[in-house]
Structures are given as C-alpha cells and as structure tokens.
C-alpha cells in the first residue's frame, strides 16, 4: 500500500485529499499544526458552515470509510525534529504539501503578515527538503504553488520552464515570476529552493501551480455532514467567486475590484484531487523539477461576477454587480494565456465551471444560517 | 550632508565602505549584528589578520579622521523594532544593505545552516521594506545580490531583466535564476521581495549582483593599522583566489576542484566601493527595481590558479596546482557570458587583477604569524 504523507491534511484542499486517498486504498497520514484556524481567529473570520474540530472529523472518516486516516499535530516550520520523526517513522512514498499560510491579503495586512507567511512557508519547505533528503531520498514530493507566482507576464505562461533564445544560443530555464504579494513571493522562494533540491541533490518534485479553486463537494464529503471542507467567503481566505456567490445568495450587490479585467485561471476542487492523484500515480523522476499548470479554465473577474448573476437569476435572485476600488496593486487589463496541456497529457477531464455547478455552489451558500458581512469588505490594502 | 545607513558595516565589504562615505562626508551610520564573527566562531576558523572588535575600530576611526561614524549594535533579522527605531530616527536618505550571511558552504553545511541563512538574509530584506514603507518611503535602498544567483545559463547574463520574444510576443521580465545553493538561493529570494515592493509599493531599489571580491586595502584601511578590514581564506568564508595566495604564500598545492573550468566574475574591493558610490550618487527612480551585474573581470577558476602560481613565482615561490574532487555540485565547463556595461555608463574605472595586485596581496599574506592550514579543506560537501 503506496503511503502518502499530507501536510495541511486539514486544510480546504487538504482535508478532501486525505479523504481521497484513504478512499483510494493509499495509507495516509495527515499533518497539520492547526495554525490556519489560529489565523482565521486572528483575523475574525470564519468558514460559512462550521468545521469540525481534526480530532472529530478524522474519527468521523474512521467510522464511516473502510480505509483509516492518521494523525499528527505538528508544526512543520517551527518542529524540524518532529518532521525528521515522521519521515523516518512512516516513510512515505510520497508527500503532499499543502502546509502553507493560503492568503495574498493575509500576507499584505503587515510586516508580521509577510513574516510569518515567508517564515511558515519557506521554512516549512526547507523542512521538508532536509527531511526528504535525510530520510526519503526516493520519495516523491508534490508541493502546491500558484499560478499567481507568474503575475501577468505579456507573453504566454509555459508550465515552469521557458525555452529562451537570446542573442542567437538557447537554454531551458525558470519561468520568469512576477509574484503579487508577500504569498505569491513566498511561493517563487520555494520554487527556487525546490528547483535547486532537485538539481543539487537529485530529489524529485512536482510543483503544481494552482489556478483558483471554486467547490466544496467531492464523492467523499458527501459520505457523511461532519466530512465538509470549508467555504472562506471573507476578504482575507476567500476567492473572489465564494464571495461573489454569497453576495449573489444573500441580495448583495457582487463586488468587483477595478475594471475587472484581471484574468485568472479556474478550477473545480474536483479537479485539484484529479490533478494531485495524477501527480502522485505518475511521479517526476529522480532529480526533475517538474512543474504543472493546475488550472481548467480561464476567467476575468468581470466575466466571473457576470456568470455568477446569470447563475443566480436562473434561481430568481436579481444581484448588480458593484464596482469597487482596487485594494490591491495589479493589472485591470493585461493578456494573459497560460498553458495547462501538461496534466491533460496524463489524463485530466476537466469538469467546468457550468451554471449548474454554480447554481449547486449558491444553493449550498443560502443554507447558511450566519453570514458575517463585515468580512466580505476587502479592509486590506496593497498600498498606504 | 546624505545620510547613509550601513547596515552589515562590520563587515569584510560593509567596513570599508561606512570609512568611504564618511572620508568623503556622508554622515554615516552602521547596524550591525556581529553575527558573522559568531558564525567564524561557531565554524572554528579566523580571518588571517585579527580584526579589532567593533567598538575599537570605530574608536579608531573616529580619532583618525575628521568625519565620524555612528554604530548601532542591532539584529536587522531577529528585532525588527530596533530597525523602525532607527530609521525614524535617523531617517537615511540611502541604505545599504550587506548585513546577510555570506557564505555558500555554510548554508549547506545542514539544515541549521540553510535555515539561518533563510532565516537572516530574507527576514532581514523583509524589515528594511517595511522599515522603508512606513519611514522613508523616498530613500534610495542599495542592496547587495551576487552574481551567482544566475548560475551558469547557456545564454547571455543581462543585468537583471531579459528581454523575451515569445511566440511572437514580447515582454521585459526578470532574468530566470539558477541559485548554486541555499545562500543564493536566499539572495534570489530577496531579489524576488525587491522587485516587488518597487512595483507595489514605488520604493527605489539598486540591487548589485556582485561578482567574488577580492583585495583588503582601501585608502581608508591605509590611514591606520586598527582600521583593516577581514581577509578570510578558510573553506566556508574564504573565497578561492584568497585560498590560493595563502596556499602559495606557505608553500602548500594550490588546490582547484573539478576541472577548475567554473567560470565567474571577479573585482577588486577598491571597485565595490566604486559601484556602491555609483549607485548612491546615481539612485534609481521611485518605483524602479534597478540591477547592476557588479564585477570587472572573468575568469575561471583554473585562469586564477594560474594567476596566482604566476604572481607567486615572480617573486620566489613555485607553487603547484592541485586537482581535489568538487564539493559542490556545479558545471565544471560552460558557456559563461554575463553582462556589466551599466555601471561602466555610470561612470565606473575598472582596477583590474594584474600581477602587481597578487604580488602585493601574496607579500600580506606572507605577514601572517598564524595561518590555520585545516581550515583550508573543503569540509562540506553539497551531496550527502
């Protein structure tokens, strides 16, 4: 039995990848320090439907599905000696690592946000590497980037790598990054250091850069109420769809930023644990720094507001779409083409993002029995 | 008079530096940690000559010369109210940054190593930004990089940003990296934060990717014995060509690892000066992410063991060169090519590494009463 190590195993992603997997015949044990709930506190914000504690949704899973999940709490940028216990002790075959501080605004509310996000997610990798070179040399490591370390280049955005011709000779080397934010920056430090772990000691990675993620249901959440993963709707953990989606459901007015041309790639949480399992079922080989493009569909956020109002109209709600300073510094009109051909090669099917997809997301959103609208207000800024 | 904040003026480079600006009547002030000299420590290994403690050879200085130098004792990394103290207080109009741990080998010496140097380097950039931010948002930051976070790329080296033509589009974007180890790597990662505090924030930012350094004597270390600066020919802070003229100087091989094909630039310390000076007196534009490549010469590593047996038997010595097998991981044979017209534009008078700069480097070193021979083995390997 392949044995799969998840760090941030209670996260949005994380928590249904364990599910996933465990469902799956893998062995899995889940890390987690917890610290997203801390930070949720920190900032007053809360996922729309309450999330059980770890302790209680692991038993529920333990009950309900043939196949355990583990658990360790353990903080794996503050802990290294905690890290070198579980890879030496479980030794997995490969790792997921999810273990990051998630949010751009978190990372840009003040020094301490920028800190403690360079300091938990590059940290938190370093870890991992010397662990991974310590005592699983073999295995495998699949780390979650973003497609936000890219920026909004003027030219297509390769999956990792560039083959650049410049003054008549070639190479094959690091996509260019133009990273928006402390977190987008702390997500291009990791790439460099997993490039250089590859190169330098011969490990083999995987670095999946996100699109944005949209959906709260897999086969596995849906086996019992206590196995949901969270919905952030709020200005610092949420995406610009679960807020447009609440706003749409509770007869706000959807909140655009700026001209609202700002494109971004899309995709189902679906999608994500298809791109992960294909990622762990087909691993970079020894010394590769492989990056994918995990993205479905792209989107501006205008075109994403307009489908969410047509979405919600099919159900009677009538929602305008407001336009709203920018609080973050960005582009509002760009090009923007990123590729994304690598995980469909190994055999990705999308699933869109349809208006019965979205009609499912709002519907889910009007059982929520306490929005907390203060939060939907973006109070963090890019500049004074 | 411009106030320049030093912040590493303790330093081999920050030292003669701070005496620079202040003989040339900058009002000048030095942050410094002394977490070097604890590094020298903790590794068991000594610059050749003794360097005064801090407190004297300010002391010195501020006897010898008319202009004098204020110090601050403060950790830039670990006490980040310490730098918004000092930065409103003393309001630079200029900083410059060199208070980072310097060595390669120290930061792969083990997970400890990787991780201070994460730890110090980036954090350190990070409150400098913020600092910046909130105190002097119009002040010029200068901030040294090194050359060896492009590694060895197959295409030309520009100064920092690349023109990229692809598929018939075209952008200006950072120039790809290819970090050799955990402190370049680090360096990138501060690359990556200034690059984007300039476009987020319209901070001003000269980021100098210097070459390797070499030379001890400035007309200010002249003006008094106490007022020297560090000579470090051990494996982890020592630089090759100071190894080889210690090694020739005492009649050892003059070791080279690998094929000693490994090509980079070079300067005189005299030059760093020079190009800080440049900058300084020619700041980048508000919001501009400014790179200089910051050396005068290339070479390869086997052209400067040549060098140095050269200069030595011109003056009585036959050293012979000795192959040992390359700690690091590196191409031993590559296309180098790196680009440094810039700060020749600004103004910059190349001295260049001739036979009488070794000779007289070569007849300082023959002065040494105590030369550590174990320390000039390469104890710490790359791979395991």
Known sequence: MKKILILGGDGYLGWPTAMHFANHGYQVMIVDALLKRQWEERMGVRPLFPIPVLRRRVECWNKTAK???QVKIADIAQNHLAVYELFKEFSP???????EQPSAPFSMKDRNGAVTTFDNNVKGTLNVLFAMREFTPEAHLVKLGTMGEY???NIDIEEGWL?????????????PKLPGSFYHASKVADS?????ACR????SVTDLNQGVVYGIETPETKMHPDLLTSFHYDAVFG???????????KNQPITVYGEGGQTRGFLNLIDTIQCVR????????SGEFRVFNQFTEMFSVMQLAQKVKDAAKGIGFDAQIEILPNPRVEKEAHFYNAKNSALKLLGLKPNLLSEEVLVNILQRALLAEDVDHAVLRPEIRWRK
């Open 192 to 196: 460099v250091l997993l490039e250089f």
């Open 200 to 203: 330098g000691w011969g490990i």
């Open 67 to 69: 196949n355990p999940i």
């Open 93 to 99: 075959d490969a790792i997921i690592h999810y273990a």
């Open 278 to 285: 294909l990622a762990i079922d087909n691993p970079a080989k």
């Open 151 to 153: 920026g909004t280049p």
């Open 239 to 249: 995406t610009a769809l679960n807020r447009f989606v609440v706003q749409a459901a």
């Open 163 to 175: 083959e650049i011709t410049h003054n008549g000779r070639k190479d094959r080397l690091p996509y």
